[in-house]
């Protein structure tokens, strides 16, 4: 039970770094509500299962002081007894043994029916670890996608600054050689439509 209350406590822990690192996608927000939930309820069932053993433990004790009572009390019957009778001595030696038997059978069920939520919580343990795991896989690989996505942007942006300073100096030097062997007129137009671009 301890060591389910640790993994419950590194779940959680895991969980609310999972929640720091996920809020700008939904199916993944989502996915930690429901792994949330689950956790929750492997939280309350640990719980539960904390509070019937230490009522497990509690009525051992009864139960122990009730057969020590037994025996003592079945003792002394046989040694009355076997002042009269040794038939009667007899059948108090043989209900000693059935006596702890039957209390023995008592706490092994008591165990069972205790291990058998607990194997059921070990296996909420594990499928939570295993979303965890998912949940933490799948932000890797958005993370991955959006780091090539803006390397892919710079190298763009980084294209699209060169082609635009060649555009310039080719329009630059073309203007000049224009104006020295074009007409007045067409000097003028070219004039008016290097300002507009630069306007632009």
Known sequence: VSALK???ESLQRELDSLSANSAENEVTRKSITQFRDELAQATSELQELQRRA?????AAGPQSSFADASTASSGSFV??????STASSVR???MQPVAQRSMLSQQQQMMRDFDEPLAALEGTVGNLQQVSSMIRGEIQH???LLDGTNEAVDRVSTRMSRARTSCSCWWS??????????P?????????????ARLH
Not at 174 to 180: M, R, Y
């Open 54 to 58: 230490k009522g497990v433990s509690v």
């Open 142 to 144: 958005q993370n991955r």
């Open 92 to 94: 108090g030696a043989e």
């Open 6 to 8: 640790l993994d419950l």
């Open 173 to 182: 030097s073309s203007l000049s050689l224009c104006t020295w062997c074009c």
């Open 79 to 84: 040694r009355l007894a076997g002042e009269g």
């Open 184 to 196: 007045p007129e067409w000097q003028l137009l070219l004039l008016l439509l290097s300002f507009c």
